[in-house]
C-alpha cells in the first residue's frame, strides 16, 4: 500500500482515540472533582403505643438526646396492671393444684380411707352375725320373717358401704389419674399464656428509644387520649445521616460504590465532613423539581446516596440542609 495514502488513515484513527479518550476522560473528571448539590437526609421513626389510651408522661423534649433503650413515654396503665396480677394470680393457682395433683395423695387422706374401708369391713362382718342369727331364729320359730328379713337388708347395705369403701381406699392409693394432671397442665399453660398477653399489653402501654438519637418532635402532651399507632415523638439516628445527590446520565459510570467524597455547605463555609457512596439507584428518573434550573430539571440523573461518616461529634449536617458533595478526586 503507498505510504501516503497510509498516513492520513493513521491520523484519522489517532484523532478518533484521542477525542474518545478525552471524552471519557472529562466525563470522569467531570464526576468526580465537581461539586454536586443535594440535601441532608436521616433516618427518623415516629414512635407510638401500640395500645389505644391516655398519655401518663412524655419524657424528652425536642432536641433532648436519647440513646436506645431508654424509656420515652408510657400509656395510664392501670387497667393492665389490674389484668396484670389477675392473671398471675391465677396462674399461681392453677400450678399450685398441679402440684397437689402431682404429689398424690396426702398421708391423711390415705389414712382415712385406710380406716373407713377398716369400720366398713368391721360392719359387714357383724352384719353378717346379725343375719345368720336372725335365721336361726327364724327356722326355729322364734322370730317372725320381718326379722329375718331387715337382718337381709342390713346385710346387704353393709356390703354395698364395704365396696365404696374398698374403691375409695383404691382411688386414694393409686392418687389422680394422669389425664386429670395432664388436663390441669394443659390450665397451667392457659394461664401462663394469659400472663405473657398481659406483660405484652403492658409493654405495648411503652415507648422506647429503637436508636441513639435526638428528638425531632414532640407531637402529644401527658393527658391527652391517643389511637394505636399515633404518633407521639420522632426521633432522629444521628449515626443514619447521608447526603441525597443526582448525578447525570453521562456521568455516573464514574460514581462507584465505597467512593470517597467530601461535602460541604453555606451555613459552615470553609468545613468539610468526610463521607462515602453508600447507595446508587439503578433506574434513571428525571431531575427532581427543588434541582434550581429548568435546564437540570429535564435530565435523566440516577439517585446516589453519600453516607456522612466524619460529623459525629457536633452533628452540623442536620436533615433539609442543602449541601455540596465532592466525589472521587476531591475527597484527599
Known amino acids: 500500500m503507498n505510504r501516503k495514502r497510509l498516513i492520513p488513515i493513521v491520523v484519522a484513527v489517532l484523532v478518533v482515540a484521542t477525542a474518545a479518550y478525552l471524552l471519557v476522560f472529562r466525563n470522569r473528571a467531570s464526576a468526580a ?10 433516618t427518623e421513626a415516629d ?12 419524657g424528652p423534649h425536642e432536641g433532648d438526646r436519647v440513646k436506645a433503650g431508654d424509656t420515652l413515654a408510657l400509656l395510664d ?30 398421708s391423711e387422706e390415705l389414712a382415712q380411707a385406710r380406716e373407713a374401708d377398716s369400720a366398713a369391713t368391721a360392719r359387714l362382718a357383724d352384719a353378717q352375725r346379725d343375719f345368720q342369727r336372725a335365721q ?16 337381709s337388708l342390713a346385710l346387704d347395705v353393709a356390703r354395698s358401704a364395704r365396696g365404696q369403701a374398698a374403691q375409695q381406699l383404691k382411688l386414694v392409693e393409686s392418687g389422680p389419674r394422669r389425664e386429670k394432671i395432664e388436663a390441669q397442665r394443659a390450665v397451667v399453660q392457659q394461664a401462663e399464656a394469659a400472663v405473657h398477653q398481659t406483660d ?14 435526638v428528638v425531632t418532635v414532640r407531637d402529644r402532651e401527658p393527658g391527652e387520649t391517643v389511637g394505636a399507632g399515633t404518633p407521639v415523638l420522632t426521633v432522629m439516628n444521628l449515626h443514619d445521616r447521608w447526603v441525597r445527590i443526582y448525578v ?3 456521568h455516573i459510570a464514574a460514581v462507584r460504590l465505597g467512593e470517597p467524597a467530601l461535602i460541604s455547605t ?31 430539571r429535564v435530565k435523566l440523573v440516577y439517585a446516589v446516596k453519600v453516607r456522612i461518616s466524619g460529623d459525629t461529634t457536633t452533628y452540623d449536617l ?11 478526586g476531591g475527597a484527599q
Do not use: C, H, W
Not at 414512635?47 to 412524655?58: D, E, N, S, Y
Open 33 to 42: 472533582e465537581r461539586p454536586v448539590s443535594g440535601t441532608v437526609e436521616a
Open 47 to 58: 414512635l407510638g403505643f401500640q395500645l389505644p389510651g391516655r398519655i401518663a408522661m412524655v
Open 77 to 106: 396503665r392501670a387497667d393492665l396492671m389490674a389484668r396484670q396480677a389477675q392473671a398471675r394470680a391465677a396462674l399461681a393457682a392453677s400450678r399450685a393444684l398441679l402440684s397437689e395433683l402431682e404429689r398424690g395423695s396426702r
Open 136 to 151: 336361726r331364729l327364724f327356722q326355729g320359730g322364734a322370730v317372725p320373717r320381718d326379722a329375718l328379713d331387715k337382718a
Open 200 to 213: 405484652a399489653a403492658m409493654d405495648n402501654g411503652v415507648i422506647r428509644a429503637p436508636f441513639d438519637g
Open 248 to 250: 447525570r446520565e453521562d
Open 266 to 296: 453555606d451555613t459552615y463555609a470553609g468545613k468539610t465532613y468526610p463521607g462515602a457512596v453508600s447507595f446508587i439507584s439503578s433506574q434513571a428518573e428525571f431531575t427532581p423539581r427543588n434541582v434550581q434550573t429548568t435546564e437540570e
Open 318 to 328: 442536620k436533615p433539609g440542609m442543602p449541601a455540596d458533595v465532592r466525589l472521587g
